[in-house]
């Protein structure tokens, strides 16, 4: 099993650094750049940093 782990601060800039670093580790793990695996990888780890980030609009409406 290979795994990949990154630390970093919880700014929107770590966004593309964890979208790069995944990406890395994808083709260093077999995973051919621009798959649909890649790819979608690559999305879901945009979107868990950020939202751990607080870079991600809020779903929420305000009511008027």
């Given at each position: 099993?290979?795994?990949?782990?990154?630390?970093?601060?919880?700014?929107?800039?770590?966004?593309r650094i964890?979208?790069?670093?995944?990406a890395?580790?994808?083709v260093s793990f077999g995973v051919a750049p621009g798959s649909s695996l890649a790819d979608a990888v690559l999305l879901v780890v945009s979107e868990l940093v950020a939202t751990r980030c607080g870079t991600r609009p809020s779903s929420r409406r305000t009511q008027r």
């Open positions: 099993m290979n795994r990949h782990a990154i630390t970093m601060p919880l700014v929107p800039s770590s966004v964890a979208r790069i670093s995944t890395e580790a994808l």
